[in-house]
């Protein structure tokens, strides 16, 4: 695949989680990609570190931003999107840190027809603080490393360390939903564009990551795995608000009987007057 890749990070007020994402993001093998950073309303101190990062990263670096109006990051990863120059989207959480061959991986498990869904390590608490005041590198050990890891509790697995060759295997779970995060998940931008992104009707934490992955098996999209292969390295963070997670499972499993392929609130919506000057 010799597209550009679109690598999206969706960011909230967390400049030392952002900064450690965008270090491992400049050591990448492939550097045929650009980052967009999709800011959900930070404070101007996230503005300055990616500046700052401009410099210093080798691809192009974009940051899009809207007001903080609550947690709406549907809707900011859609305005990265229509930002965004590549013909391949991959979203990544910006607190997971991703080791030197993610793009390249994701470039070679591209596939006309399906989208990727990856996996991530949770690190714990105190390994986070270690990592972000100590500015470790995690994205560099090996399995020995994380073995240590994993024995001492600072991590929940390794499965997402591992590297195997699962060939086939990699469809198994071609038409599962459940399970797919935004955090790791790659999506071709004719597929977005044919599902109208994410949904942005969806408010608060929860659900409409999964609610794109619906729609895009309604379309006659398949799930590919990238497990064993594009694992991400999640930083701790505090549980989110989960508020409004009860009216979004609502919605969600009205998606899952139906056969709604667009989305209510997608990225058409701010390609109105209306929804740019928003």
Request: with cysteine.
């Amino acid at each position: 695949m010799a597209e550009l890749i679109s690598v999206i990070v969706t960011t909230y007020n967390r400049e030392d989680a952002l900064d450690a994402v965008l270090r491992s993001l400049a050591a990448q093998s492939d550097g045929d990609f650009e980052v967009v950073v999709a800011d959900d309303g930070s404070a101007p101190a996230t503005r300055e570190l990616i500046t700052a990062w401009k410099a210093k990263l080798p691809c192009g670096v974009e940051h899009v931003w809207h007001e903080d109006k609550g947690f709406r990051a549907a809707e900011i990863r859609n305005r990265a999107v229509l930002a965004a120059e590549g013909g391949y989207c991959v979203f990544l959480d910006g607190d997971c840190i991703v080791r030197p061959d993610f793009v390249a991986t994701h470039r070679r498990l591209a596939e006309p027809g399906c989208f990727v869904t990856g996996n991530r390590v949770l690190l714990s608490p105190g390994l986070t603080r270690k990592v972000l005041i100590e500015k470790l590198r995690p994205e560099r050990w090996g399995i020995s490393e994380w073995s240590g890891q994993r024995l001492s509790g600072g991590v929940n697995r390794l499965s997402a360390i591992l590297r195997l060759p699962l060939g086939p295997l990699r469809r198994l779970r071609s038409k599962a939903w459940r399970g797919a995060r935004s955090c790791n998940l790659a999506i071709w931008r004719g597929d977005l564009d044919r599902v109208d992104g994410f949904d942005a009707a969806y408010t608060g934490w929860g659900k409409e990551d999964s609610d794109i992955i619906v729609r895009l098996m309604h379309a006659g999209l398949r799930r590919k795995d990238g497990i064993f292969a594009t694992g991400v390295l999640h930083l701790w963070h505090p549980e989110a608000d989960r508020s409004m997670l009860s009216g979004n499972e609502d919605r969600l499993s009205a998606i899952v009987a139906g056969d709604h392929i667009r989305a209510q609130r997608g990225l058409s919506a701010l390609t109105s007057p209306a929804g740019a000057a928003a």
